[in-house]
């Protein structure tokens, strides 16, 4: 099993930044891609940057050009860098690792989730 332990959320002004951090423990050998989803109040979960284990990655359209997936594999941590933040990003962030290239939109790929956490966007 993985186990994923994020931090680095909280309280930030629109045009603010934010790192989250994400740090793998358990059966390593088993992670392929990682990523971060985001799910706001009514809203379902959602896919917003994906990362492979060779660090390409891929990001929905609305966080394009400021938000940076990256990946350190000797630490087993994935990072989200979050720049010029806005309201719309209010959200709970989970990290997640799939045992696949690749993450999917929905989720339905995840092998293992984060805890959540927090972020909020005031304006």
């Known amino acids: 099993q993985v186990q994923l332990a994020e931090s680095g959320g909280g309280l930030v002004q629109a045009g603010g930044s934010l790192r989250l951090s994400c740090a793998a423990s358990g059966t390593i050998s088993s992670i392929n891609a990682m990523g971060w989803y985001r799910q706001a109040p009514g809203e379902r979960r959602a896919l917003v940057a994906a990362?492979?284990?060779?660090?390409?990655?891929n990001y929905e359209d609305s966080v394009k050009g400021r938000f940076t997936i990256s990946r350190d594999n000797a630490k087993n941590t994935v990072y989200l860098q979050m720049n010029s933040l806005k309201p719309e990003d209010t959200a709970v962030y989970y990290c997640?690792?799939?045992?696949?290239?690749?993450?999917?939109?929905?989720?339905?790929?995840?092998?293992?989730w984060g805890q959540g956490t927090q972020v909020t966007v005031s304006s």
């Open positions: 997640a690792a799939a045992a696949t290239p690749f993450l999917n939109p929905s989720g339905l790929w995840v092998q293992s």
């Open positions: 990362i492979t284990k060779l660090s390409n990655a």
